[in-house]
C-alpha cells in the first residue's frame, strides 16, 4: 500500500458531511482538519492510558491524582475522535463577514463537543492543581464554579466579558492563595505546583485569543482552528499531566491532606474525613487534639 494510499484513507467528512438538520454550513473543516483532530486524539489516549497504567504500582488510597489525570485525557480523546469524524457541531451565522474564500460565507461549523469537553475536564485540571496545593474545599468548589461560568458564557460575544472575568478570578486564586499553600507543603510540592501552574496560566491565557480568531472573529478557517485549538488542547492536557504525575510520583497524597482509607482499614489515628484543612500549619483539628475532648478536662481537674 502506498504512503498516498494510507494517507487517503481518513473518508470521515465524507461520510459525515457538512449538513444538519438539511442544513448545510458555508464554513467547515476539511480531511486536513480533520486528521489533525484524529493526531490529538490519538495523543490524548496515549497519556490517559500512560497515566492509569503505572498508577497500579500504587496504593489505591494514593491514586486520585493518577485518576483525574487519566480521566481528563479520556474525555478529551473521546471529544477529539467526535471532532475528528465531523459530528458534534453545528452551524452558526457569522457575526464578522469576510471575502476571503476559506472564511467566506453566511454560517461557519462551530464545534459544540469541543465546549462539553471543556466543561468537563477544566474542573478537573483545577482540581489536579488545587488539590496539590492542599486548598480548602469551599475554595476548590468556588474556583470550579467560576471556571464553569467561564466556560458557558465563552460561547458567544455577548458574554464574553464574563469569562474573562472569571478567568481572571480563577487566575487569582492558583496565583495567589493556591502558590502560598502549595509553599507551605514543601519545595517538592511547591516545586510541580508552580511547574503545572504556570503551564496552565500560559496555555489558558492564549484560549481567548483562539476565540477571537476561530469562533468569535471568523478570522481563521476551521482547519487553523483545529491547530490552534489542538496546539493549545495539547499542552493544558497532555504536558500538564506528564509534569503533575513525573513530579507527583514519589509524594503522598497525605501532605496534601489527602488521608483516604481503604475498605477494611482502619484510619489513621484522629482522621475522620477524607481532608484536612490545617496541612503545614502544625495544628490538629476536632478530636485528633483532646480525644473527645474529656481528656483534657479530666486534666485541668486533676491538677
Known amino acids: 500500500m502506498t504512503s498516498a494510499a494510507i494517507y487517503n484513507r481518513n473518508n470521515a467528512p465524507e461520510i459525515n458531511p457538512n449538513i444538519v438538520n438539511d442544513k448545510e454550513v458555508d464554513i467547515a ?8 483532530y484524529y ?7 496515549a497519556v490517559a492510558l500512560g497515566v492509569i497504567g503505572p498508577s497500579y504500582a500504587k496504593p489505591r488510597t494514593d491514586r486520585i491524582f493518577f485518576y483525574i489525570t487519566a480521566a481528563i485525557n479520556m474525555t478529551a480523546c473521546i471529544a477529539y475522535f467526535t471532532m475528528g469524524s465531523n459530528l458534534g457541531w ?46 480548602p474545599w469551599p475554595t476548590i468548589v468556588w474556583t470550579i464554579f467560576l471556571d464553569e461560568v467561564m466556560i458557558v458564557t465563552g460561547w458567544g460575544s455577548c458574554f464574553y466579558a464574563f469569562g474573562c472575568a472569571a478567568l481572571l478570578a480563577i487566575f487569582y486564586e492558583l ?6 499553600h502549595a509553599r507551605a507543603l514543601g519545595s517538592d510540592v511547591y516545586r510541580v505546583y508552580m511547574g503545572c501552574g504556570v ?10 485569543v483562539a476565540w477571537g480568531v476561530c469562533e468569535g472573529g471568523n478570522v481563521i478557517a ?39 482509607s481503604q475498605f477494611g482499614q482502619p484510619a ?36
Open 29 to 36: 473543516q476539511t480531511v486536513r482538519g480533520s486528521d489533525f
Open 199 to 208: 503551564v496552565t496560566l500560559f496555555v489558558w491565557l492564549l484560549y481567548p
Open 175 to 180: 496565583a495567589g492563595s493556591g502558590r502560598k
Open 39 to 45: 493526531a490529538i486524539c490519538a495523543v490524548m489516549g
Open 268 to 303: 489513621p489515628p484522629g482522621i475522620h474525613g477524607e481532608k484536612s484543612h490545617n496541612v503545614g500549619t502544625g495544628h490538629e483539628t476536632g478530636d485528633s487534639a483532646t480525644g473527645d475532648g474529656s481528656t483534657s478536662n479530666e486534666a485541668a481537674s486533676s491538677a
Open 90 to 135: 453545528t452551524p452558526i451565522d457569522v457575526e464578522w463577514h469576510r471575502s476571503e474564500g476559506i472564511v467566506a460565507g453566511r454560517n461557519r461549523q462551530i464545534m459544540y463537543v469541543r465546549y462539553i469537553d471543556w466543561f468537563i475536564t477544566t474542573p478537573l485540571l483545577l482540581m489536579d492543581l488545587l488539590l496539590k496545593a492542599g486548598m
Open 222 to 260: 476551521p482547519d487553523s482552528e483545529a491547530v490552534f485549538y489542538g496546539i493549545l488542547d495539547f499542552l493544558a492536557k497532555p504536558i500538564f499531566s506528564i509534569l503533575l504525575i513525573l513530579g507527583h510520583w514519589s509524594i503522598s497524597p497525605e501532605r496534601m491532606g489527602l488521608r483516604i
